[in-house]
């Protein structure tokens, strides 16, 4: 490998090997062959085309058919072969997105047919993507499936925002909730007054329709409504977009901006980090503040 000059984010000078090109390096790991009839489940993370993963890479080259969801960024399918057809299957001009079923049947014909069919999803196909279901109507049918995990908007799109979704002096655990069920409702059967209690940072996707109900149970079960909050709309995308709010303000602060989806939304102290860690902001200008949990001045007073 060459050796070259890099510039780091931090604006430091140092000397690291030069990335090699994605295509060399999926030979280099012969990453597997996609063989006519197999359906891959792929993740094609939140957006940033730099997120997909070799795997996803390797796949788009060999795909037949690419069947995308609404959240996958076109950006993402430019990779697909010339040859391969592109095939929409999220909701489309005011129309009803086809149902669950329609699209594990679409997907079984197509195998049948043996093409390379790949499923493409916006995030991680596991992570509120009903990737699950999809995998297990294809076990039902006999069709071979593969896995590519992606970047989850709830990690890699909240690292883009500067957030960390963990951070030693904050929090333990992390939990992922969804604020919309399959009919559109706030979901009823998860023990909010235990997540409000139990979860020091919670992670919201698909909430944005639901968040002033949700923020105000959090906040009849304990949680402070000066806690900050944070929503990430087309996170890791150009126009990402940043909302800083407060649990008791975060409702009227969407309504107030036309806050829009799709927004991946965060809830805790995490969000403080944000001062110290917005290296995007920083590559704007941003000066990012040094000790932003003031944890070092404190240990220097006690
Ligand atoms: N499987 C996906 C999640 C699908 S559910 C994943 O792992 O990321 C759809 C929700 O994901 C959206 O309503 C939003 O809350 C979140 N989401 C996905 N991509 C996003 C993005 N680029 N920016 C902000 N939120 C996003």
Redesign the pocket.
């Known amino acids: 490998m060459t050796e070259r000059k890099v510039i780091s984010l931090t604006g430091g000078r140092k000397t690291k090997r030069a990335p090699q090109m994605a295509d060399d390096a999926a030979a280099r790991l012969a990453l597997p062959a996609f063989e006519p009839g197999w359906v891959w489940l792929v ?1 094609a993370g ?2 940033d085309p730099g997120l997909l993963t070799l795997h996803a890479l390797n796949a788009l080259k060999q795909a037949d058919i690419v069947v995308y969801d609404a ?1 996958v960024d076109e950006t993402v399918l430019q990779f697909a072969s010339a040859r391969a057809t592109l095939e929409y299957s999220g909701k489309r001009g005011g129309k009803p997105s086809p149902k669950q079923r329609d699209i594990s049947a679409r997907l079984i014909e197509l195998a049948r047919q043996g093409k390379r069919v790949l499923r493409l ?5 596991f ?3 009903r990737g699950g279901e999809e995998a297990l109507a294809l076990v039902d049918a006999g069709i071979p499936f593969r896995l590519v995990p ?1 970047v ?3 990690v890699g ?1 909240l690292g883009y925002a500067g957030i960390p979704v963990t951070h030693r002096d904050i929090n333990h655990a992390v939990t992922f909730v969804t604020g919309h069920m399959a009919g559109g409702a706030i979901p009823e059967n998860l023990d909010w007054p235990s997540i409000a209690k139990g979860s020091p940072v919670i992670v919201l ?3 944005l329709s639901h968040l002033g109900a949700i923020a105000k149970r959090l906040i009849e079960n304990g949680r402070r409504a000066d806690e900050p909050v944070a929503l ?6 150009k126009d990402q977009q940043v909302l800083e709010t407060t649990l008791g303000t975060a409702a009227a602060d969407v309504a107030r901006t036309d806050f829009k ?4 939304i965060v809830i805790g102290d995490v969000v403080r980090l944000r001062e110290g860690l917005d290296w995007l902001g920083a590559l704007e200008g941003r000066i990012l503040k040094r000790d932003p949990l003031n944890v070092r001045a404190k240990k220097d007073a006690g």
Do not use: E, H, S
């Not at 999803?121 to 196909?125: I, R």
């Open positions: 993740g939140p957006g959240l999803k916006g995030g991680d196909p992570v509120f993507g992606g989850t908007a709830g799109g996707y698909m909430a990430v709309r087309n996170a890791t995308l989806a799709p927004a991946i």
